[in-house]
């Protein structure tokens, strides 16, 4: 029985005096197979990681779809307003729509604040092509402080709003207020690329 121990200790295998723990039996398993569990493990993980990325992008393109449907039904009930047969005899100018579209943004998607967001640029960017930059600014304005609640104060999404800001400040011949939003947008994609500015580099 001695030998027959030793040689089952030599071959990795349980030993028989120590008797028959799971625990034990399964380390020597293990200890025997490394590169067969190793490999058994490395796949396992790979398809969990799969299983959870994919589970994650079906939850993101649900969310997309919802967004895309909702902004879809509010100009749908935006444009209505401009049938003859609901406005009850008054002219709608675009511009009176576009107001309506903007007050009933907070009102509306308190609870949906993506939409808010997407909603909020998509009538800015239509004041902004009508010329009317005053009336964009305070929606952009409320975006980035969404954005910022929403996405965190050094995301993307914020350096794209700021962007956004900059470039409206530039066409009203507002430079330096421009300057300063194009500052805190650059600073932001550097630290997310993890470069120094410019002021730290020197120092």
């Not at 005096?17 to 039996?25: F, P, T, V």
């Not at 200890?31 to 396992?44: G, L, P, Q, T, Y």
């Not at 909020?120 to 929606?139: K, N, S």
């Not at 929403?150 to 530039?170: C, F, I, K």
């Amino acid at each position: 029985a001695f030998g027959s121990d030793l040689r089952r200790f030599l071959g990795g295998r349980p030993v028989l005096a120590r008797g028959d723990a799971l625990r034990y039996r399964t380390g020597k398993f293990l200890r025997r197979h490394r590169v067969s569990v190793s490999a058994a493990v490395v796949v396992v993980l790979a398809l969990a990681g799969g299983l959870v990325g994919t589970a994650w992008q079906a939850r993101r393109a649900q969310r997309e779809a919802r967004k895309a449907e909702a902004v879809k039904d509010f100009l749908k009930s935006l444009f209505s307003a401009s049938d003859p047969t609901q406005a009850l005899g008054q002219a709608r100018s675009a511009r009176d729509l576009l107001e309506d579209g903007a007050r009933r943004i907070e009102t509306e998607f308190g609870d949906q604040p993506e939409v808010q967001s997407e909603v909020a640029r998509l009538i800015a960017a239509v004041y902004l092509q009508l010329g009317e930059h005053d009336r964009a600014l305070p929606l952009l304005d409320a975006d980035l402080e969404r954005r910022r609640r929403l996405d965190g104060p050094r995301s993307l999404a914020v350096a794209e709003s700021l962007t956004q800001l900059a470039n409206v400040h530039y066409e009203q011949g507002r430079f330096e207020e421009a300057r300063a939003r194009y500052e805190q947008a650059l600073s932001i994609q550097r630290a997310r690329r993890g470069e120094r500015s410019p002021q730290a580099a020197e120092l």
